[in-house]
């Protein structure tokens, strides 16, 4: 298996497990339902271990494009090959976005919420606020990103160290996960979001495109500001890179600043004039 195959597999192995996971705790019907949240990241975590040891190997299972691409900011990853595998993960995702879609084609007509609907492909915030939740993705991706580097400078028992990273998953989706769902990866964003704009789930309404890029900029900004983090302070070697990708994520975060001002400006004048 060629590494764009393995990236493509796992990535979609990954998708198809946690987007059924959150399918069968909203959809109506399922005997899943109301599962909880708890459920729900546990079901993420081991998504993500099953999914770096089916492809591990072949890939390293990077299975995120925040992985990638830190890892190629600190020299742990070939430039060259960082757009095959972004690529493959946002393909993978898509088909098991899918796949998803498939498993529960019964349970959406009997879905009247389209927000739900929605929830099942792509994250969103619990209370929209631009800055805010451009910050909550930045920061759980930060630690993400620091954590597996952290991990895999210690060692573990052959074979256990996806059950680790999978633990780490859980542990980030219960700890940060309450504000903006914690996508920590563009592709487990975009392309379920995609699918969901494109497949014919009955009684769907908009995939809220305007949120979008934030669950994109916000990991692959705190992602790469991890990895270089990392490289700085643990290993003592640092980067013009990190200046660069934090003046970048201070700019991100000052336009979300004033956008978030802009739109509490905008509601208070509707709320005055209604």
């Not at 497990?17 to 079901?43: D, E, P, R, Y």
């Not at 998504?47 to 890892?71: K, Q, R």
């Not at 769902?181 to 009955?202: C, Y």
Request: aromatic residues 12%.
């Amino acid at each position: 298996m060629t590494p764009f195959v393995a990236e493509i597999v796992g990535t979609a192995i990954l998708l198809f497990l946690g987007i059924s996971s959150c399918a069968g705790m909203t959809l109506k019907k399922s005997f899943a339902h109301q599962a909880g949240w708890m459920a729900v990241n546990f079901s993420w975590g081991l998504a993500v271990m099953i999914a770096i040891y089916a492809v591990g190997e072949y890939s390293g299972a990077h299975l995120n494009p925040v992985v990638t691409l830190s890892f190629a900011f600190i020299g742990k990853f070939p430039w060259a090959q960082v757009p095959s595998y972004i690529t493959a993960q946002l393909l993978g995702a898509f088909l098991g976005a899918t796949a998803s879609y498939l498993q529960y084609l019964p349970h959406w007509k009997e879905t009247g919420d389209s927000k739900v609907k929605l929830g099942v492909f792509a994250t969103g915030p619990a209370i929209p606020h631009t800055f805010a939740n451009l910050f909550s993705e930045m920061l759980g991706s930060f630690v993400l990103i620091l954590a597996l580097l952290s991990i895999g400078a210690n060692k573990f028992t052959d074979g256990l160290n996806p059950l680790i990273v999978g633990f780490l998953i859980f542990c980030l989706s219960m700890s940060v996960g309450g504000t903006t769902g914690a996508a920590l990866n563009p592709a487990r964003d975009f392309a379920p979001r995609l699918a969901h704009s494109l497949l014919p789930i009955p009684g769907k309404k908009g995939s809220n495109w305007p949120y979008a890029w934030i669950p994109v900029v916000g990991p692959i900004l705190g992602g790469c500001l991890g990895g270089l983090f990392y490289q700085a302070v643990f290993l003592g070697r640092p980067s013009p890179q990190l200046w660069y990708v934090l003046g970048v994520s201070v700019m991100a975060l000052l336009t979300a600043h004033l956008f978030s001002r802009k739109g509490s400006s905008l509601i208070k004048g509707a709320r005055k004039a209604a």
